[in-house]
């Protein structure tokens, strides 16, 4: 299967400090990526939908100014914490597609955020 | 809102067993599943997906099986092996998994295999 690879993996920052979390596909074009948000023994939420070269699609309750989603080219989309707080600790996981075939999405191996 | 959801939290199942997982929708217009595997720290892995024009998928020791009278999903390991540990979602999806939509999990299952 593709491949979609998330860096970094594991990432401490101090309460009031942005992070970046990065998404890339490796062998195929990823005209759509989402952003998904796990917190420990939970289920996956889905936070964002973004496409190539537009604006980020929020769901419900996630704030846009907080989680900034850039996906300016067809292989790498990141997702921003900003300010961000202890409660934002959390598992983040991407996922990437070609929406121009008829597959499932993919998934990177996830980002563990601690913030303290 | 709709969301898929799961019967059980965990299942535990002894070595070379088979094991069943559930799973619950209510999105009448989710035309498309797909189940995961979650380990510890990692991100989903796709195991096995079905549209809702088919019934009954089966892949290498997994068989998912879709009723859709009900809004019903079940995956169903074959003789299952220690790596078989992990969490199980579903997941669905509307646009027959084509289009940019998001998927929808459920709450996952914690499948645990007993020597």
């Known amino acids: 299967g593709a491949v979609v690879s998330q860096h970094p993996s594991r990432v401490i920052c101090k309460s009031g400090t942005s992070v970046k979390i990065e998404c890339r596909s490796l062998?195929?074009?990823?005209?759509?990526m989402f952003w998904y948000r796990q917190f420990p023994k939970k289920s996956l939420m889905l936070m964002a939908t973004s496409n190539e070269g537009s604006k980020a699609t929020y769901e419900q309750g996630v704030e846009k100014d907080k989680f900034l989603i850039n996906h300016a080219s067809l292989t790498l989309s990141t997702l921003t914490v900003t300010s961000a707080h202890p409660e934002d600790s959390s598992f983040y996981i991407c996922?990437?597609?070609?929406?121009?075939?008829?597959?499932?999405?993919?998934f990177g191996q996830g980002t563990r955020l601690t913030v303290v | 809102g709709e969301s898929v959801g799961l019967h059980l939290p965990t299942l535990s199942v002894q070595e070379g067993d088979n094991s069943i997982i559930n799973c619950a929708y209510s999105n009448s217009a989710s035309d498309y599943f797909i189940w995961y595997k979650q380990e510890s720290g990692k991100g989903p892995q796709f195991i096995i997906d079905?549209?809702?024009?088919?019934d009954k998928r089966q892949g290498q020791r997994v068989t998912v099986l879709l009723n859709k009278t009900v809004k019903h999903l079940s995956l169903q390991i074959a003789a299952t092996q220690p790596g078989d540990s992990a969490v199980y979602f579903c997941?669905?999806?509307?646009?027959?998994?084509?289009?940019?939509?998001?998927?929808?999990f459920g709450k996952g299952t914690h499948l645990i295999i007993q020597p």
């Open positions: 997941a669905e999806n509307t646009n027959s998994g084509g289009g940019a939509d998001g998927l929808t």
């Open positions: 996922s990437a597609k070609d929406s121009s075939l008829n597959t499932e999405a993919f």
């Open positions: 079905i549209r809702s024009n088919m």
């Open positions: 062998d195929f074009q990823a005209t759509t």
